[in-house]
């Protein structure tokens, strides 16, 4: 019975703690993203950020994602498959590679999909609950 209370206690601290690391990750990068610090994430702050962001990935500066490219993309898509199915979602003309406006276009819509009113900024409520609904950590 006391290692079956022990157990339970554990699990229940170990989810708390991932739970605390997950809305820490969130609010570290929602500030990151939030260049003016207003509080909220406008879509000229998202664009900027993927551009950004695609510059850190394209490792060889060839200004295209490509399978090469995964290793630079493990920061934030620990699994390879993850990042091979983002390169097939992004590669909106169909050539086996991302360019930087696709990469953006491919953004966009999520930040669309998670600018629940639509004004053209996210919230960080708007932020939480796209994170569940994308399934994301």
Do not use: K, W, Y
Not at 50 to 65: E, I, P, T, V
Not at 73 to 96: I, N, V, Y
């Amino acid at each position: 019975m006391r290692i079956s209370i022990l157990i339970a206690t554990a699990t229940v601290a170990l989810l708390a703690t991932q739970a605390h690391a997950q809305t820490i990750d969130l609010l570290s990068g929602f500030a990151r993203l939030d260049l003016n610090h207003d509080g909220v994430i406008t879509r000229d702050e998202f664009i900027a950020s993927r551009h950004s962001r695609f510059q850190a990935l394209d490792r060889n500066g060839d200004r295209f994602l490509t399978v090469a490219d995964i290793p630079a993309m493990a920061s934030f898509m620990p699994q390879a498959s993850e990042a091979r199915a983002m390169l097939a979602r992004c590669d909106l003309d169909h050539d086996g590679r991302v360019s930087e406006a696709e990469f953006v276009a491919c953004s966009l819509a999520m930040f669309d999909g998670a600018d629940l009113n639509h004004d053209g900024a996210l919230t960080l409520s708007e932020a939480r609950l796209a994170r569940r609904l994308f399934n994301r950590p």
